[in-house]
């Protein structure tokens, strides 16, 4: 199950923030959300994987979302969470600064990312969701998992 | 599951199993070690294969294995001598029809070229060896042996055959015990055209009709040129839960070569013991076979029903990681209680001792429940062995020992590559030619042996050959030749032994198709190490060489030091670790411009900082101040690793790091510690070759 690719209109959506920025992401893709705890970290892994923590007896990978989007390196704090998803069959923690609310909206109302010449904006974000003179960005939660070249790289 | 696919997979896995008894009882017949038993148990896999072949429309295999099993029927009626050369045949034959049941399966093809030469052999052995030893098998058969196993192109040169007719009557039991009647006149309709007759006279009126009885019998006319004993076959399964009447329309012409001597039996009437149903016939033949077939009857039917059970290995498995947590939780709960500061024997911590103990045997228990003999890996070289002696022209006679040895399932999944690798080289490497072996005054017969023990809480397989042991100049020749080593280094022979565990090494001077795939001994030799084990080799000139692989028992726990390295705590694997010291500052050398290794009773080995090499920390620390892990590794022989401390050794359970994530560098797995916290278990192999690669690399091919 990825992001939720359903026929219905209707999206439930979970905000969440990072930085000034505000980002969503696919409720359905959600597993749960935990408060954060030191990982351990991994040799030769890309900058915006924080480590692996133990969830209940699973390994599980924590990225660090806001280094993930080129936006800084995360600084966690007693506020800061741990959105635990699906991606395939995987199971990823992403670190963010805090969960907001949960939203609802027309799969119709999200409009095209626009084009501002970076990469990483291009590459992560499905669609931008107007709602009440805020702007969220949709995650492609797809695209996040470093790919294994990427690790070979850094 | 569709009901049919799950009874063609109950299926399958009786061919597996029917495949394996059928191999081993050709192979105890060609050791000498059989008996009329032995046949009769062979015979038996041939022929229920072939009965659930037809059930469920397998055709081809049907064909092949209806002529494989006249061809044993012979055998068991004494008229074919189960010499070696026939055995060979059948032992070939045997792999075809397990090739048959792989593409039934949809796993594979059946090799028309090779199933047409086998289906060729086997009619040779059926018609040539069919009428000679007549004499003798009637002298020394017992009365009623001569009518049947009648070879399907027999009749045809009897002059003017004439039909059979076949009284068929169901009984209740054969209803109830879920056959049908159907299936049995498509059977015979495929050994021939049939005239099916239905005989309704025994239906009673309605009134008087019960529903459990049959009334109906069937009447069917076969072809002549159709052997009785085919006919009888068709109801081998029900036995006399099904009677029937066999007859000869017409007698046949007494001119019919020596037809008469067979088919006067078939005429009799039932209540005579040769028309007994075809389970019986056995019986009819020796009393022995009756009191064997129902020992091995009773002990099956023990085994399935009292002893074990089959259980969906998805269960085993999540019940092993359900311990793996009990004993995570159990070791956390330990450092609560160490860090609230109840005393070493306070009640509770007392309590805690008795859980962890506990927890220790339920989880060797949990995974006893996994363990498995050897025997499902082992079972598969026969077949590989004859193939490739084949294939080279050797002659090799596979000795297999400790098939029974246990071990974790997820470790057998994986020893069947590098086995059947150490055979190939063994014999396509190892054993000389016959002429070459004769030359040297050896049998012309190689002896590759393939044996599994258990030693020291590890597994170890052995595959040793009494060939010509490894050519140990020309080992080094080929290794100088490929830049392996220096022209001019010093080698022991255990050293110039261990080349060929190097990368890109091959002996072999013309790539054979058999060891030449491209991949050497260096890959057997990565992928053992990447389950945790290690491999060594033994040889000796003109006697032979000996492969030894020692595997752990599990890949679900293992053993480790827990180290603390830079400020991470890792896990390194017992196995690898030869021993630990303190050095002094006088054991410690620097080499080159960051490099340093330490001296250990007389050679250096390379330093090489555990917490530097994960990419913690720039400079490396103090080996004087930490303590050095001396391991054995195979790019590098042998290194220090440099941790800072070592807080102590214990079972962890391994977790991977691939399920949600993907391969690191350096990290073999990941385990959870008491504190609840990820550790990661270090890939010794690949953090020092890594590192040696890095830094010294001229050191690297030299030591």
């Known amino acids: 199950m990825s992001d939720g690719e359903f026929l219905n209109d209707a999206l439930e959506l979970i905000s969440f923030r990072i930085g000034d920025q505000e980002f969503c992401l696919d409720i359905m893709a959600v597993r749960e959300i935990r408060g954060w705890t030191v990982a351990t970290p991994l040799p030769h892994s890309p900058p915006y994987v924080r480590g692996v923590i133990n969830l209940r007896g699973a390994v599980l990978p924590i990225l660090d979302l806001k280094a993930r989007l080129g936006l800084g390196v995360a600084e966690p704090s007693a506020r800061s969470v741990i959105i635990v998803v699906h991606i395939g069959k995987r199971l990823v923690g992403l670190l963010v600064d805090g969960v907001s609310e949960i939203l609802a909206a027309e799969r119709a109302s999200v409009q095209p990312t626009p084009n501002v010449g970076c990469d990483s904006v291009g590459q992560f974000v499905r669609g931008i969701i107007a709602m009440e003179g805020r702007m969220i960005s949709w995650i492609a939660l797809d695209e996040i998992l470093p790919d294994e070249t990427d690790a070979e790289a850094a | ?703």
């Open chain 2, 1 to 703: 599951m569709d009901p049919m696919d799950a009874i063609k997979q109950t299926y399958f896995q009786e061919c597996d199993e029917l495949l394996a008894a059928l191999e081993e009882g050709l192979l105890a017949l060609e050791a000498g070690e059989g008996d009329s038993d032995t046949i009769n148990a062979v015979f038996r896999a041939v022929h229920s294969v072939k009965g659930g072949a037809g059930a469920f429309g397998f055709e081809a295999m049907v064909a092949f294995a209806h002529v494989f099993e006249t061809a044993l029927d012979l055998m068991r009626s004494g008229k074919l001598a189960p010499d070696n050369d026939v055995l060979k045949i059948m032992l070939r034959a045997s792999d075809v029809l397990g090739d048959h049941v792989q593409a039934a399966k949809g796993e594979g093809v059946v090799d028309n070229a090779r199933e047409r030469a086998m289906l060729e052999e086997l009619e040779a052995l059926t018609n040539a060896d069919a009428p000679v030893p007549r004499a003798a098998a009637q002298a020394d058969a017992p009365a009623g042996d001569e009518w049947g196993f009648t070879p399907m192109k027999f009749e045809f040169d009897a002059p003017a055959p004439s039909g059979w007719r076949l009284v068929m009557r169901p009984s209740p039991a054969m209803y109830a015990k879920g056959h049908d009647a159907l299936l049995f006149l498509r059977e015979l309709e495929r050994l021939g055209e049939i005239t099916v007759t239905l005989d309704a006279s025994a239906l009673p009126d309605l009134g008087a009709l019960t529903a459990e009885t049959p009334y109906l019998n069937w009447i069917v006319e076969l072809p002549a040129d159709v052997s009785e004993a085919a006919i009888r076959d068709v109801f081998d399964f029900v036995g006399e839960d099904c009677p029937i009447e066999l007859t000869r329309d017409e007698p046949p012409a007494p001119a019919a070569l020596d037809l008469d001597a067979f088919l006067s039996a078939p005429t009799l009437e039932p209540q005579s013991p040769v028309d007994a149903p075809a389970p019986v016939v056995a019986d009819v033949h020796e009393d022995k076979a009756v009191s064997a077939a129902e020992k091995s009857g009773a002990k099956g039917v023990a085994a399935a029903s009292g002893a074990t059970i089959r259980v969906d290995l998805e269960r085993v498995d999540r019940m092993i990681d359900l311990v793996g947590e009990l004993v995570i939780n159990q070791a956390m709960l330990a450092q609560r209680v160490a860090e609230s500061g109840a005393g070493r024997s306070s009640t509770i911590a007392m309590g805690l001792d008795e859980l962890e103990q506990l927890t220790r045997e339920i989880q060797d228990s949990v995974m006893a429940i996994r363990a498995q003999p050897v025997k499902s890996v082992f079972q598969r070289m026969p077949r590989l062995v004859r193939e490739i002696a084949s294939a080279t022209g050797k002659q090799v006679r596979l000795v297999m020992e400790g098939e029974a040895t246990e071990v974790d399932k997820t470790v057998i999944e994986r020893l069947s590559d590098p086995i059947t690798h150490m055979l190939r080289n063994a014999i396509d490497h190892g054993l000389e030619t016959p002429e070459e072996r004769a030359e040297a005054g050896k049998p012309e017969e190689g002896a590759v042996r393939l044996a599994a023990l258990h030693r020291s809480g590890r597994i170890v397989i052995e595959v040793s050959d009494d060939g010509k042991g490894i050519n140990r100049p020309r080992v080094r020749d080929i290794a100088v030749k490929k830049g392996l080593i220096a022209p001019d280094a010093n080698l022991t022979d255990d050293e110039i032994d261990n080349l060929i565990f190097l990368p890109g090494f091959s002996t072999a001077s013309a790539v054979s198709n058999i060891s030449g795939r491209g991949v050497g001994m260096d890959v057997v030799k990565r992928s053992i190490q990447a389950l945790g084990g290690r491999i060594s080799i033994s040889s000796q000139p003109g006697k032979g060489s000996t492969f030894t692989l020692s595997l752990p028992l599990t890949l679900a726990v293992l053993d480790g030091m827990v180290i603390t390295a830079g400020e991470q705590t890792l896990v390194a694997p017992l196995t690898a670790i030869v021993e630990t010291l303190r050095p002094k500052p006088d054991e410690v050398r620097p080499l080159g411009p960051t490099g340093a290794v330490l001296a250990v009773r007389g050679g250096y080995v390379p330093l090489i900082d555990i917490a530097v090499a994960l990419g913690q920390r720039e400079k490396a620390a103090d080996p004087t101040k930490g303590v050095v892990l001396l391991v054995d590794t195979e790019a590098g022989g042998r290194a220090a690793l440099v941790a800072d401390e070592i807080q102590g050794q214990r079972q962890v359970v391994i977790k991977s790091l691939e399920a949600n994530y993907q391969r690191v560098d350096g990290v073999a797995a990941a385990t959870i510690l008491g504190d609840g916290r990820v550790a990661l278990i270090l890939d010794v192999d690949t953090v020092v070759e890594k590192r040696l690669n890095e830094r010294h690399a001229p050191f690297a091919k030299a030591s």
